[in-house]
């Protein structure tokens, strides 16, 4: 049985003012191609489909576009829900999409209730996928467990999320292939700095040793760098197919091609996503973007960091002429021996405030025009 794992698409994504849809469309198009190609039997996409509850009509065309391009190939799908997502529109659009073989859990369900999915492929082959979909601690642990005592409260999180994963692998069939999908945060994963930070952290995680020796291969979906984790099986974060933030600068990304049979070890490779966009950071003087800038505007997405001997009020406009590209723009100070500090006075109006924080970022006041364009851009604002 070949299977392919990916996760962590976030569709709908803005990146700095930027949509990542486009990318995104590219990207699963010639994924499409890649699972046409390696003959996948089963996909498996571990959550966060969508980069919030109420996607966008174009993201949702272009997912549920990719979906019945796979499905008309004969590939068996199962999606989970994550964090980014809403657990009941997933459950709603599930309904639809089983009538092109894409079986869709929203939350986190029992065995007997649609935790534990039966999938037959093309070639006769049977699969059991145990489903666990993103469970926020607020599914697993009371408000007056939280509130009486913090460090119970995230043992019985993670005491949760293994009674969940025991009760829907339970079942788990010596003569099939065992698959378990997860979408959370597991003790030990290396974050990329791009996820949702509330939802991170060690006391809402769960542990590596509540996973199952018995599962062929677990799919696990949440943290975007690509890993293997240390597991009683083998067990990988497929990642995102994006470099999602400057954290990720440099990564490989790559969906993970499992095959697998019954009774015998899974053989894992990673193969590159195509048709993203990079992520770089570039420090130069203007002189020198002005003199690279036809190779940098091809470089993809940038972030410019740029010496200078004193502010300039007007750096990002003239960079971004030169470089349509940059999404971040910044200016490099000398550094003083003294950090300027400006604290405005308890009940500062708008204006002290901003002049405080300009004298704060860039080690000098503001000039009077500065604050003036303050103001006068605060009063639009306040009349909009």
Known sequence: MR???TSDWHAGRIFKQVPRLPELANVLSNFGD????????VLL???DVFDSGAPTAEAE?????FFKRVGRAGIQTVVIAGNHDSRARLDAWGALTELVDVRVVGRPRSATDGGLLA?????GEKALVAAVPFAAPRDLVSALQMAEDDTTSKQRYAEGMRAIVSNVTAPFDPGAVNLLMLHTHLVGAVLSGSEREVHLGDEWAATPQALPATAHYIALGHIHK?????APAPAEYAGSPLQMDF??????KGWVLVGAQPGQPVTIERVPYRGGTPLLRVTASLPELERDAATLAARGHLWVTVPLAAPDPDLSTRVRRLLPNAVKVQAELPKTDQTIASVPAPGASPRDLYRAYYTEAHQTPPSDEILEAFDALRESVAEA
């Open 61 to 65: 065309r272009i997912v549920f576009g």
């Open 119 to 123: 999938i037959a492929t093309r070639s």
């Open 247 to 252: 954290g990720e600068e440099g990564e490989d």
């Open 45 to 47: 996409m571990s959550g």
């Open 34 to 41: 890649d699972l046409e190609r390696e003959r996948i039997d």
């Open 226 to 230: 690509p890993q293997r984790i240390n």
């Open 3 to 5: 299977i392919a794992h």
